[in-house]
C-alpha cells in the first residue's frame, strides 16, 4: 500500500517566504485516504518551514533526517542541506527516499530530494508534489502580476492546484518564515 499525494509550494516575496500545502493523502490511485493531513510544519525553534510531498513513510524520514542535519549545524539552512545531501553520496547503503521537501528560514528557501539534491529556486517560487506544476504556474502569475503577499499567493495557487489536480484538496495550511 501506498500512500501518497500532496501539493507544496513556496514563495519568496518582499522579504517575506511563506510555505503552503494540501492536506490529502491518496492510497493507490483512486482512493482518498485522508483530507486533514499536516504536511507543512515547523521545526528548529520554529524558526525553519518545511513542507514534504511523497510516499508518507519516506517524507518523514526525509524530513527527520533534515531536522538531525538542521541540529548539528547549528540552524544554517543551506550548510544542513548541504550535509544531507552529503550522506547520499558518501553512504552507500542508504536508500533512494520517494520524497521531496521545501525548506525556509528567513532568508532562504531550498528544495531538497530523498535522492541528495540541493536546488535553490528561480524566481522565489518552489512547488512540489502531484500538483506542484500547476501550484508554480500560478504562484509565478501571481507573484509577477499582483501585489499580493507571499502567504495569499502561496494559498491561492494551493487552492488553484486543488481545482485541477485530483490529488490536492482545498484543506491548505500556510506557514509563514
Known amino acids: 500500500m501506498t500512500l501518497k499525494g ?3 509550494c513556496g514563495v519568496m516575496k ?3 517566504i511563506a ?3 494540501d492536506g490529502q493523502v491518496t492510497m493507490g490511485e483512486s482512493t482518498i485516504f485522508k483530507g486533514t493531513a499536516r504536511k507543512v510544519r515547523r521545526i528548529y525553534h520554529d524558526t525553519v518551514v518545511t ?3 511523497g510516499t508518507v513513510s519516506d ?9 538531525e542535519k538542521l541540529t548539528q549545524c547549528g540552524g544554517n539552512l543551506e550548510r544542513a542541506a548541504v550535509m544531507l545531501a552529503q550522506d547520499w553520496r558518501s553512504e552507500k547503503g542508504l536508500p533512494k527516499l520517494e520524497a521531496m521537501m521545501i525548506v525556509a528560514d528567513k532568508e532562504n528557501m531550498l528544495i531538497l530530494s530523498g535522492t541528495g539534491e540541493v536546488l535553490s529556486p528561480d524566481g522565489g517560487v518552489a512547488a512540489i508534489g502531484s500538483g506542484g506544476n500547476y501550484a508554480m ?6 507573484a509577477e502580476n499582483t501585489d499580493m503577499s507571499a502567504h ?7 487552492h488553484i492546484a486543488a481545482s485541477i489536480c485530483v490529488y ?3 484543506n491548505v495550511i500556510v506557514e509563514d518564515v
Open 168 to 170: 490536492t484538496n482545498h
Open 152 to 158: 495569499d499567493i502561496a494559498e491561492k495557487a494551493l
Open 14 to 16: 518582499n522579504g517575506q
Open 59 to 67: 517524507a518523514f524520514v526525509l524530513c527527520e533526517r533534515f531536522e
Open 51 to 53: 513542507g514534504f510531498a
Open 137 to 142: 504556474a500560478a504562484a509565478r502569475a501571481l
Open 6 to 8: 500532496t501539493t507544496i
Open 19 to 21: 510555505i503552503a500545502g
